[in-house]
């Protein structure tokens, strides 16, 4: 076996486990001189950070891989934007991004590194005058639209109510808007998987009872019913979702509402955080680590990063969500991978509370992989009578086959009118059964039942490593909705 320095420390007797710094290194760079409330987050061609603000303007970052990053300069390149919540750069040279009252695109023509075009893409929404009407995107479809969410209004509306607060939409090149998913609250980030399928992340409030990721499947209902009024314009597509019920389990809303569609994951409150926002998948094909292919999601208020793993079973796309990187800046809101493998992180707390570290409304740092292997639950994926577990690393055998080593319990949400959820329905399970693998990667755990509809809340305290190491994050959280086939 080849031993790292990290996995030799701890071998010969170190007293202390590792943490997320020996991982994960952190390069911070604000600047001082700038209230960067990052809001949108891109990456150039030349791969330079493109970032823009709440405040509406746009800068670029010039030296920004440098470590430390000493030399960094932000260069401001367009001013007068009207809170934009993202960025996407596209053909020919165009920056899209969603402002509050449309969608939008920019070019800088001659080269210069100022932006010298603005246009409009498609305004057929309106805002009512309430602050909260915020829109998130966009993000491109591999059907060429762009996908947008838009944020329902908390509070009063002084030019009256509008259609389309709270849904995915889809805009075409040519501007036609394109209702396609309704029930949504308050959908901070959106993004488009490697393979297509279109994925938001909402906010814990009233008609939803726990933070969330989910799938942005076409004519879904998603929970909230603020916006479903707009169901019945003759551009909406599919069918009007109905009365929605009042304090109802989750797992039994679709009785009586088809087309609502359970969360792929949830996010516990304060086990995980409590906003997330924006999120990427992890293409460097290794250069972030070992978690390749897997979903990296912030968390607004928790100043974090979380990790999700994902799989599709019985036609629903559902998984597993983690901590990964804590005490961050500010509340995290953007990321986006770098072609060197590194992960920029940027964020805001105006406003938005945030339980971050530098004492700022504002953050922009980079994620940087160490090289070390961090002993952690790869992936927590369902099986027809229990859950497959596969490490980072091997497993010292005699740990892991212990069923005392393991803890898991139950919950779900409601779905009702109140502010949030209770975890209901608690219960805790019995491991029945451990098996882990030859080569020590895999572990696979059967309990005394499995609960669809629930959230199956996984402690791994008592496993170690062969090396010695404990689980750096113990903790796994699986959203099951849909039990495999035998």
Not at 279 to 285: E, L, P, R, V
Not at 338 to 348: H, K, M, N
């Amino acid at each position: 076996m080849i031993l790292t320095s990290l996995s030799l420390a701890l071998l010969i007797g170190a007293s202390d486990e590792p943490t997320e710094d020996d991982y994960y290194k952190l390069l911070a760079m604000s600047p001082p001189d700038i209230e960067l409330e990052v809001s949108g987050l891109a990456l150039l061609p030349d791969g330079r950070p493109l970032i823009c603000t709440r405040r509406g303007e746009v800068y670029v970052l010039e030296n920004a891989y440098d470590d430390p990053p000493e030399n960094a300069v932000y260069r401001k390149v367009f001013e007068g934007l009207q809170e934009p919540l993202g960025l996407l750069v596209h053909d020919d040279g165009w920056i899209y991004c969603a402002q509050r009252g449309e969608l939008s695109r920019m070019r800088d023509v001659d080269g210069d590194d100022r932006i010298d075009e603005l246009e409009t893409v498609c305004d057929s929404w309106r805002i009512s005058g309430n602050y909260h009407e915020y829109n998130f995107g966009p993000r491109l479809g591999p059907d060429g639209t762009f996908w947008i969410t838009t944020n329902k209004p908390f509070g009063g509306e002084p030019f009256g109510t509008q259609k389309w607060r709270g849904f995915g939409m889809r805009i075409t090149k040519d501007g036609e808007m394109i209702p396609t998913v309704s029930g949504l609250r308050s959908p901070a980030g959106v993004e488009v998987a490697p393979w297509g399928d279109a994925f938001y992340t909402d906010n814990q409030g009233e008609w939803c009872g726990a933070s969330k990721l989910a799938h942005l499947k076409p004519g879904s209902f998603q929970g909230h019913p603020h916006g479903i009024e707009s169901c019945k314009e003759p551009i909406w597509p599919y069918e009007h979702p109905g009365e929605i019920p009042n304090s109802v389990l989750m797992g039994k809303v679709q009785e009586t509402v088809p087309d609502f569609l359970m969360p792929a994951v949830w996010f516990p409150r304060d086990k995980l955080g409590r906003s997330p926002a924006g999120m990427a998948w992890d293409t460097t094909g290794g250069g972030f680590g070992p978690f390749a292919g897997q979903l990296f999601v912030t968390d607004q208020y928790e100043a974090s990063v979380m990790r999700v793993s994902l799989e599709e079973i019985n036609g629903h796309w559902q998984g597993a969500a983690y901590p990964f990187r804590r005490r961050l800046g500010c509340g995290a809101l953007r990321v986006a991978f770098a072609e060197d493998g590194s992960l920029f992180v940027g964020g805001t707390e105006r406003g938005w509370g945030s339980i971050g570290t530098n004492n700022l409304a504002y953050a922009f740092e980079r994620l940087v992989w160490t090289g070390e292997v961090p002993f952690e639950i790869h992936d927590m994926s369902a099986r027809p009578k229990g859950f497959t577990l596969t490490f980072t690393e091997p497993v010292e055998r005699e740990s892991a086959s212990d069923p005392a080593s393991y803890h898991l319990e139950t919950y779900t949400y409601l779905l009702h009118a109140s502010y949030g959820s209770p975890e209901v329905e608690q219960k805790t399970h019995t491991i029945q059964s451990v098996r882990v693998s030859d080569d020590g990667r895999k572990v696979t755990l059967i309990p005394d039942e499995l609960r669809p509809g629930f959230v199956h809340q996984l402690h791994t305290d008592g496993v170690r490593a062969a090396d010695g190491r404990k689980v750096l994050h113990p903790r796994a959280y699986y959203t099951l909705i849909e039990i495999p086939k035998e």
